[in-house]
């Protein structure tokens, strides 16, 4: 069945520093690309999208590039902050799956700690 | 606007014990999905539902349930606790592909 996997935590930087965090997936069909995160006591958040091969994603500052040949979705970062410290998810929405909207398959998260 | 709202935030139960889980979507949202997170893991998807309709399941035991209301909130319900049920539940609602998490009810089955 569909999957994604992504590089186990925790990554510790230090302010300033570039940030990757890799993530690569397995699915049938042509799915579409998330990066949530969550900070502490809070919900998940939407960070960006991408719903087809060599999009880009972008947000705060936070890239990724859908990449159908190596069927990978990193996130990068050019200089992360403290205020960037929280658990990065990876997902894709399921292709085969019918229905109003499709379900997120989840990565089992990144935690990222920035150091000032 | 309002965002998913939950409710409880945290609840105790004991083993065996049945328990309700309430979501609230984001006005004019029709579509309510749950998610189960482990600590350490990532949300799996349990129910999604869409206008009322189980429009699909996720892989959990009968013991789960849930529905969805005329005004399109909708209640997770979990029967026969077990110690494992221990987690995050998650509520999302969906328009135009996107989903919208709420901040979840944190269960723990003791």
């Known amino acids: 069945g569909d999957s994604v996997t992504q590089m186990e935590g925790p990554v510790t930087l230090s302010e300033e520093a570039f940030l990757t965090i890799n993530c690569t997936y397995t699915?049938?069909?042509?799915?579409?690309l998330f990066w949530y995160v969550q900070y502490p006591r809070e919900g998940l958040q939407l960070l960006l999208k991408?719903?087809?091969?060599?999009d880009k994603g972008s947000n705060k500052g936070f890239e990724a590039t859908y990449r159908k040949e190596t069927t990978s979705f990193h996130l990068e970062k050019g200089s992360v902050q403290v205020s960037d410290s929280a658990v990065y998810f990876c997902?894709?929405?399921?292709?085969?799956?019918?229905?109003?909207?499709?379900?997120?398959?989840f990565g089992t998260g990144t935690l990222l700690a920035v150091q000032p | 606007d309002a965002g998913v709202t939950q409710s409880p935030t945290h609840l105790i139960k004991t083993r065996g014990q049945q328990v309700t889980l309430r979501c609230s979507p984001i006005?004019?949202?029709?579509?309510v999905s749950w998610y189960q997170q482990v600590l350490g893991q990532g949300p799996q998807f349990i129910f999604q539902?869409?206008?009322?309709?189980?429009?699909g399941r996720g892989n959990f035991p009968d013991r789960f349930s849930a529905r969805q209301f005329p005004n399109y909130s909708s209640e997770l319900n979990v029967n026969a606790l077990l110690l494992g049920d221990s987690a995050l539940y998650l509520c999302?609602?969906?328009?135009?592909?996107?989903?919208?998490f709420g901040p979840g009810t944190r269960l723990t089955v003791t």
């Open positions: 999302a609602s969906s328009s135009l592909g996107e989903q919208y």
């Open positions: 997902a894709l929405s399921d292709p085969s799956y019918g229905g109003a909207t499709n379900k997120l398959i």
């Open positions: 991408a719903t087809k091969a060599d």
């Open positions: 699915a049938t069909g042509y799915p579409s």
């Open positions: 006005s004019g949202h029709k579509s």
């Open positions: 539902y869409y206008e009322k309709e189980e429009r």
